[in-house]
């Protein structure tokens, strides 16, 4: 790994961390998700799983250790796999604005799953049942905010990285 990736990896972590922080007062409304989209998209896999892992470790720094640092250490990088075999044959926002309304949708079932892991699957079920409506507002928002923002960051992106890399 070059000085240049590494450089590029802290960048990108600290984006999504300071960006989550800042959005952190509107309930289940972030722009994490958007964010590990894009840069599966232009920084590549390999680069956006390392900052997965940093921002997941970061959130345990700040947050402390619970079970959905687990949870963390497996939704993102699901999501990064999912971006990056959407993005071989698809290109378009409404696509990922899709796998981002999915993924909102889901984050509460998936979360489920692992908490009923530890507590059992009533406990599992009921952690499910009582977050529906924060999942709705998360893939809704999550949909609303690829819509609006995917395209313009993209091309930012895009021209840091050209001049990043040149």
Do not use: C, Q
Not at 68 to 96: G, H, N, R
Not at 128 to 156: E, T, Y
Request: aromatic share 18%; proline share 2%.
């Amino acid at each position: 790994m070059k000085v240049k990736d590494i450089v590029l990896i802290s960048l990108l972590s600290a984006s999504i961390t300071s960006g989550k922080l800042v959005l952190s007062l509107v309930p289940n409304v972030e722009i994490v998700t958007l964010l590990f989209i894009l840069y599966t998209i232009v920084f590549g896999i390999k680069n956006t799983l390392f900052v997965s892992v940093i921002f997941s470790t970061t959130e345990v720094f700040i947050y402390g250790l619970n079970i959905w640092s687990i949870f963390y250490f497996i939704v993102w990088p699901l999501l990064i796999i999912a971006t990056y075999f959407i993005d071989k044959k698809f290109k378009s926002e409404y696509t990922f604005a899709i796998l981002a309304l999915i993924f909102g949708l889901s984050f509460g079932f998936i979360a489920a799953v692992i908490e009923s892991l530890f507590f059992g699957i009533s406990f599992g079920i009921a952690y499910f049942i009582r977050g529906i409506a924060f999942d709705i507002v998360h893939g809704v928002s999550n949909f609303i905010v690829v819509l609006l923002l995917f395209n313009p960051l993209k091309k930012i992106l895009l021209y840091l990285k050209k001049d990043y890399y040149s």
